[in-house]
Structures are given as C-alpha cells and as structure tokens.
C-alpha cells in the first residue's frame, strides 16, 4: 500500500506560480511512476505530467513548457512547478502513483486546489 498527501495549492493571479508537493508513505520502493492529474468542475479527470523512477518525464500538450514535474527519491517526494499559470488551469490537482510492472497498482491522494483568477 502507498500513501499519498499533497500540499501547495491554492489561489493565485493569472500568470503566477504555484509549486505541488506530494509526499508518499508506505511501500515506497514498489513505486515506479508518480503523476499529476486534474480534475476541473464538469470535466473527466486528466493527466498533466509523470515521471519515472529514472526520471523519464512525459507531459500534457497543455502545460508543456509552463509545468515542470519532478521527483526527490531520496525524500519519497514528486513536486509539480506550475508557471504562468491560466484560469482554465484550475482544477482539483490529484498526486498519482503507480506500483508493479506485469500488474499494477494505482494510489491516488486526496487532492488540492487550484484556483487560478483572470
């Protein structure tokens, strides 16, 4: 089992930068990607950024180049930079995990809130 807890959201003014933590507990070693997901009202659930254990990064086409995600392996933590940000930016951000390989697992926290103003 993994435990996930974000942090850092919050209310921030069209072109602002917020940064998103997420701690993970448990049984950390078995994680092999981390994400970001958002989920804004009235919409599916969408990705935003992974990354693997190797540091491979991959990224929606609308945050490339203003979101950076990255991973501490040492702290169990993945952060996701948030740049110049836009009001269709806000949505509920959710940290995501992913263990084993031929059957995997999937961790979701508890989400935080982002609320970007025009």
């Known amino acids: 089992q993994v435990q996930l807890v974000e942090s850092g959201g919050g209310l921030v003014q069209g072109g602002g930068s917020l940064r998103l933590s997420c701690a993970a507990s448990g049984s950390i070693f078995s994680i092999n990607v981390m994400g970001w997901y958002r989920q804004a009202p009235g919409k599916q659930r969408e990705l935003v950024a992974t990354i693997t254990s190797g540091g491979r990064t991959n990224y929606a086409y609308s945050v490339k180049g203003r979101f950076t995600i990255s991973r501490d392996n040492a702290n169990n933590t993945a952060y996701l930079q948030m740049n110049s940000l836009k009001p269709e930016d806000t949505a509920v951000y959710y940290c995501?995990?992913?263990?084993?390989?031929?059957?995997?697992?999937?961790?979701w926290g508890q989400g935080t809130q982002v609320t970007v103003s025009a």
């Open positions: 995501n995990a992913v263990t084993g390989a031929s059957v995997r697992s999937y961790y």
